[in-house]
T-cell receptor, first 115, second 113 residues
Framework: DAKTTQPPSMDCAEGRAANLPCNHS???????VYWYRQIHSQGPQYIIHGLKNNETNEMASLIITEDRKSSTLILPHATLRDTAVYYCIVRPIENSGGSNYKLTFGKGTLLTVNP | NAGVMQNPRHLVRRRGQEARLRCSPM?????VYWYRQLPEEGLKFMVYLQKENIIDESGMPKERFSAEFPKEGPSILRIQQVVRGDSAAYFCASSPRTEETQYFGPGTRLLVL
């Protein structure tokens, strides 16, 4: 049961910003938003995570709305190598019944970066 | 700092044989998680281990599947008497503590003929 909703697919032109949305309307105050991606035939790659504030690292930026019910992953300058399935995952901060280590992967968004 | 290592990357078995999948966590990580990805599906949690202990195996089939993480050496996911339905990609992840970020290996793709 993924607690997130993502569009099944998106396209982006090479060099442009890719903005991937995620809805998590039932998120609670003690749950992170995590993003991973899976390039074809590879293992999931951690991208970024956040709780309330916007976050940025060398790979991407994460914008979380004030009510925390949705977020957007931004790849500022998409390249062909960014073509992958992107997964948005809600994860409890603390362990309660094993919920914080069982990552729940939904279907994700297939981002295709076009030349 | 090497990432999570898994081997073999590809494994072909005939029905009834045994499959052994190995996972070496990142340096400094003592928590290992196994996930399975069936064709065209998302990853599903199977089992969580710390050194010499199985913490949670609730996602693992009760029969034919077992996992271990010995004091020395890699974590092993063992599938006995494989069937065609076991064909999947098996991913291992590791973390330094339960609540921290899990980092995944490249996976082992098991094909049962």
């Amino acid at each position: 049961d993924a607690k997130t909703t993502q569009p099944p697919s998106m396209d982006c032109a090479e060099g442009r910003a890719a903005n991937l949305p995620c809805n998590h309307s039932t998120i609670s105050g003690n749950e992170y938003v995590y993003w991973y991606r899976q390039i074809h035939s590879q293992g999931p790659q951690y991208i970024i995570h956040g709780l309330k504030n916007n976050e940025t690292n060398e790979m991407a930026s994460l914008i979380i709305t004030e009510d925390r019910k949705s977020s957007t992953l931004i790849l500022p300058h998409a390249t062909l190598r960014d073509t992958a399935v992107y997964y948005c995952i809600v994860r409890p901060i603390e362990n309660s019944g094993g919920s914080n280590y069982k990552l729940t992967f939904g279907k994700g968004t297939l981002l295709t970066v076009n030349p | 700092n090497a990432g999570v290592m898994q081997n073999p990357r590809h494994l072909v078995r005939r029905r009834g044989q045994e499959a052994r999948l190995r996972c070496s966590p990142m340096k400094g990580h003592s928590h290992v998680y196994w996930y399975r990805q069936l064709p065209e599906e998302g990853l599903k949690f199977m089992v969580y281990l710390q050194k010499e202990n199985i913490i949670d195996e609730s996602g693992m089939p009760k029969e034919r599947f077992s996992a271990e993480f010995p004091k020395e050496g890699p974590s092993i996911l063992r599938i006995q008497q494989v069937v065609r339905g076991d064909s999947a990609a098996y991913f291992c992840a590791s973390s330094p503590r339960t609540e921290e970020t899990q980092y995944f290996g490249p996976g082992t793709r098991l094909l049962v003929l």
